[in-house]
């Protein structure tokens, strides 16, 4: 996968329903442009994503799972596979903070997710990212190391570079445990940095290069030029301002013209 779009996904999260979700992509798609250096990737709820698949023009926008199970059928009641979205989403959300700890998705969830994306031909988003206590004790980089090892575990190092990683610190996602207090640019180029070097331990520099890794943490259109601007970093994983179509347009917009700055100028906030 290339890295040169920059990538920038909005995660509804549970909000809109299949009418408003409807109304709400007409009112997207007359707002942002098809831009050849960025890639608009929307992730609406499991309900929606099958009337979207028929109303997106996907020159404009890519959809997203924000979930799914790792098995491909059977009797698991409730469930949606990736196989059952094969073909409706191009990105899956794969453990996704609120997945880790409202829903307890362990390790060994996250890396079956990981395979099933894959296997079906879905790219998947692994999100990774440190709590408040883990930060305030000092675990930031254990933590990462440990959520990429046990997400990629048994991914070849040809499927790698299929995968996005984002970065999302728990601390500051708006609906996070730290109550969305924003994460700095250089702290982020940081834990960008430590990524990329665990992906050239475990599979080789090539792959730590190719790799798209995605911050996402309460970016707003003020801010986003100073996320995108970090090295190392591909494109958001926006939430609630992705929402917010206005907002959402204006950081895609940042994408566009952030592409062209060089990937080395880290921005202030
Ligand atoms: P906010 O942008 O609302 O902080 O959410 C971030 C997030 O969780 C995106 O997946």
């Given amino acids: 996968m290339a890295r040169d779009k920059t990538l920038i996904v909005g995660n509804w999260k549970m909000n809109l329903n299949m009418h408003e979700a409807s109304l709400y992509v007409h009112q997207l798609a007359k707002l942002v442009k098809n831009r050849r250096d960025v890639e608009v990737v929307l992730a609406p709820t499991a309900l929606t994503l099958q009337s979207l698949s ?8 890519k959809l997203a799972a924000q979930n799914f199970y790792w098995r491909d059928q059977g009797a698991y009641t409730g469930e949606i596979s990736a196989s059952q979205l094969r073909g409706v989403v191009q990105y899956a959300l794969v453990g996704h903070s609120e997945r880790r700890h409202v829903f307890h998705e362990s390790d060994k969830d996250i890396r079956a997710k990981v395979q099933a994306a894959i296997r079906n031909q879905i790219c998947p988003i692994l999100c990774v990212g440190e709590t408040a206590s883990e930060r305030a004790d000092g675990e930031t980089l254990d933590v990462i190391h440990d959520q990429l090892i046990g997400g990629l575990a048994n991914v070849t190092s040809e499927e790698v570079e299929q995968i996005v990683i984002a970065y999302e610190p728990v601390w500051a996602i708006s609906s996070g445990d730290g109550n969305g207090h924003n994460a700095l640019p250089s702290d982020v180029k940081k834990v960008v940095a430590i990524i990329r070097n665990q ?11 190719n790799i798209r890794v995605l911050y996402g943490a309460s970016v707003r259109a ?8 970090i090295e190392g970093i591909d494109g958001l994983l926006v939430g609630g301002v992705s929402l917010d179509a206005y907002g959402f347009n204006e950081i895609v917009k940042k994408a566009h013209k952030g592409s062209s700055l060089a990937k080395n100028t880290e921005g202030g906030i």
Avoid: E, M, P, T
């Fill in 222 to 229: 003020d801010d986003a030029a100073a996320y995108l601007a």
């Fill in 199 to 209: 992906i050239k331990h475990l599979y080789g520099s090539v792959a730590a290069n």
């Fill in 54 to 61: 028929l109303q997106v023009n996907y020159r404009q926008f």
